[in-house]
């Protein structure tokens, strides 16, 4: 079982930044996929960006050259910063884990953290 705890969400002006962390613990495979996600009121959870061991990186075409995902493996952390950030941007973060031998079965969801964009 892995655990994921987010952090760093918060109220934010139209074009600041925030940083998101997420905490993984517990049976955490070498060979991993992580990512953000993001659900906004009324509207499905989409896919944000994701980091893969190794460190390659992909990103939602809505926060592709403002976002960045990055990990320190080492503390078994995922990070999104998040610069140039929109009204639009506002929703509840998710992170995800999958074990990449295993597939989505492994799915693994932390609890969320809020962003909110003022405009």
């Known amino acids: 079982q892995v655990q994921l705890v987010e952090s760093g969400g918060g109220l934010v002006q139209a074009g600041g930044s925030l940083r998101l962390s997420c905490v993984a613990s517990?049976?955490?495979?070498?060979?991993?996929?992580m990512g953000w996600y993001r659900q906004a009121p009324g509207k499905q959870r989409e896919w944000v960006a994701t980091i893969i061991s190794g460190g390659m990186t992909n990103y939602a075409d809505s926060v592709k050259g403002r976002f960045t995902i990055s990990s320190d493996n080492a503390k078994n952390t995922i990070y999104l910063q998040m610069n140039g950030l929109k009204p639009e941007d506002t929703a509840v973060y998710y992170c995800?884990?999958?074990?990449?031998?295993?597939?989505?079965?492994?799915?693994?969801w932390g609890q969320g953290t809020q962003v909110t964009v003022s405009s």
């Open positions: 517990g049976n955490i495979a070498s060979i991993n996929m």
């Open positions: 995800n884990y999958i074990n990449r031998r295993i597939g989505s079965s492994s799915s693994t």
